[in-house]
């Protein structure tokens, strides 16, 4: 298996947009697009199928990393409410991008309307020869996402040096 795309929840599809390429450095791959209930297509079936009978329809855009893997921004009409990630619910609860510009990251995630949840943290700091670093944040709507300094494996593997 490889990542492909994660989908978003957004309140608003232009401040969405503006933060996950300004601030994250993500590239868009289609810009905000309206999708109305209807059944002629295949999208259309497929929104009705996962959606349900009687949805007010929505904005997408789709962006990129730049390793490829996608982020599918959706603005449904009739869901507005900011998220608030509720721990005791099971499911996804955030996504995690690698930068080796943490400072500069968090900068501009603040700068486009996101907040810094915690202190850049190292994963072993008692041992320098694993330097990995985290930290966690949201974006304007309340979308947990983390940066990591390090791959994944480098971050968690018991012979990473």
């Known amino acids: 298996m ?6 978003l929840m ?8 503006e933060f996950y390429t300004k601030a994250l450095g993500l590239r ?3 810009n905000n697009t309206k ?25 997408i855009a789709h962006l990129v990393t730049t390793d490829g893997i996608g982020v599918e921004l ?8 900011r998220h608030e ?20 990251a968090i900068a501009r995630t603040e700068q486009y309307g996101g907040k810094v949840r915690m202190d ?6 008692e041992d320098d020869s694993k330097p990995a670093k985290m930290v966690y944040l949201e974006d304007p709507f309340g979308n947990l996402f983390e940066f990591y300094s390090h ?3 480098e971050t968690y593997a018991t012979d990473y040096s």
């Open 2 to 7: 490889k990542m492909n795309h994660v989908g």
């Open 10 to 17: 957004v309140g608003d599809m232009d401040k969405a947009v």
């Open 28 to 30: 868009i791959v289609m």
């Open 35 to 59: 999708v109305q209930e209807e059944r002629e297509t295949a999208i259309g079936r497929m929104c009705v199928a996962v959606f349900g009978e009687g949805f007010k329809g929505f904005n």
């Open 74 to 81: 959706f603005e449904m009409k009739d869901r507005q409410e």
């Open 85 to 104: 990630v509720d721990f005791s619910r099971l499911g996804i609860f955030h996504f995690c991008l690698q930068t080796d510009d943490f400072e500069g």
């Open 120 to 125: 850049i943290m190292r994963y072993h700091p």
């Open 151 to 153: 791959t994944y494996e």
